[in-house]
């Protein structure tokens, strides 16, 4: 399989599946541009080998009809900023436009088209749309990790017409790094940390874990019903009533597979859900009626703490408790020090799939983590184990025939 270093784009047209679905102003002004930035050493490879290259992304939820609201013009505009290159923009990402945009591109250019999902054909991976995309470029280099858990026309239908030209850009491969190192053959002892609001939305995570890791520590919301299912009093804390039995079955697989399962031991209890509830601590099964449960105990950190430190590897992925209020945050931040020091020492960490990203970061640890994840949806399912549509169609030399 070609890679983006085996592969040489000089003279090449490369059309690039990216992520520039980042979040504007009410003037269209870019207000977080960590995707853009992170493509940037993907375009610039392309560029410094001698080839052009011709960017594809989403922007927003325009379901398939134009709105100028959703273009890609500004995105494009700000991206020249971070390549130091002027880029140009076709109105349409198929048609007359495009086309002629892309037939005219010189080696060093660069091209953005408008918003892929201006068409409901993207969304519904439509044969011939996809084809139509194909005919722009020579090559198809995928380096949007955030839609590759989506069978679209331009993450993964659109592979076919590569069958010898197609590769993951440096994002994604770095995500899939990543993974493999937790999930294919990580150095041990190797550690999960699952947390957030509801076991239903992890249950296939955990389950594909159970199956790799060494240590699996439950924490956040999701925990009381671990807690529950064990025969605790959850008073008033989020537990879902109907999972008690997948509970104790995951608490069944893991003591069968031999994997040391943590669930959190003491509670800070509040007697509301709000920022200046009253507060608490007690042990997390004797939490009392009308309070709640909203994040781990020192007990609890101190226990995590030290399977965290005896780990080579360490997934981590949810908060371990309502870490967005001020007063449920310490067991967050607890756990992210702790994956950082670990980290420090010499562990691979990737924190990856929606809150604990946006926690390292708010708590201003991500630069010492291993790996950072883009991905939240895509990372999930990635993370159960599920083959994602985007990266078989890369990799799959059947499909391409
Ligand atoms: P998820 O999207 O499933 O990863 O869940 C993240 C959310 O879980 C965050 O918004 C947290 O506030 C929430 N959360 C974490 N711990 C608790 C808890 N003990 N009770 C209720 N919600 C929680």
Not at 216 to 238: D, E, W
Not at 256 to 264: A, D, E, F, S, T
Not at 349 to 358: N, P
Request: charged letters at 20%; aromatic letters at 6%; one cysteine or more.
């Amino acid at each position: 399989m070609q890679t983006m270093n085996t592969y040489s784009f000089a003279g090449k047209k490369a059309l690039v599946r990216v992520d520039l679905n980042v979040p504007q102003d009410a003037n269209g002004i870019v207000t977080d541009d960590t995707r853009a930035r992170a493509i940037v050493p993907t375009v610039q490879k392309i560029l410094k080998d001698g080839g052009s290259a011709i960017l594809m992304s989403h922007l927003g939820r325009p379901k398939g009809k134009v709105n100028p609201a959703m273009s890609l013009k500004p995105v494009a505009e700000h991206l020249s900023d971070l390549l130091g290159v002027p880029v140009q923009f076709a109105t349409d990402c198929v048609g007359p436009d495009a086309t002629a945009k892309a037939a005219a591109l010189k080696p060093g250019e660069v091209l953005v088209l408008e918003n892929l999902r201006f068409h409901p054909e993207e969304e519904a991976g439509d044969e011939a749309f996809s084809r139509s995309l194909s005919e722009l470029g020579d090559v198809f280099v995928n380096d949007a990790f955030g839609t590759a858990h989506r069978a679209h026309a331009s993450t993964t239908v659109i592979a076919k017409f590569f069958p010898d030209d197609k590769l993951f850009g440096s994002l994604m491969q770095a995500e899939i790094d990543s993974v493999g190192k937790v999930l294919g053959n990580p150095q041990r002892p190797m550690t999960a940390i699952v947390g957030g609001s509801k076991v239903s939305s992890k249950i296939d995570v955990l389950r594909n874990l159970i199956g790799t890791c060494d240590e699996l520590i439950i924490g956040g919301g999701m925990a009381n019903t671990f807690v529950k299912a064990q025969g605790g009093q959850t008073g008033a804390s989020l537990v879902e009533d109907d999972l008690l039995d997948t509970a104790r079955t995951i608490i069944h697989e893991a003591a069968q597979k031999g994997v040391k399962l943590h669930i959190p031991t003491d509670a800070v209890v509040a007697d509301a859900f709000a920022e200046n509830a009253n507060t608490d601590h007690c042990a997390a099964d004797a939490v009392p009626d009308g309070w709640m449960a909203l994040d781990i105990g020192p007990k609890s950190i101190g226990g995590f703490q030290a399977a965290i430190h005896r780990s080579r590897t360490l997934l981590w992925n949810g908060p371990m408790g309502v870490f967005e209020m001020k007063p449920f945050q310490l067991g967050t931040i607890a756990i992210a020090e702790a994956v950082a020091e670990a980290t420090d020492k010499g562990a691979f960490s990737l924190v990856g799939g929606g809150d604990s990203v946006a926690a390292v970061n708010q708590f201003g640890l991500a630069s010492r983590i291993s790996y950072v994840s883009t991905g939240g949806g895509a990372m999930l399912e990635y993370l159960e184990g599920k083959v994602l549509p985007g990266i078989a169609a890369i990799q799959d030399r059947a499909s391409s025939n």
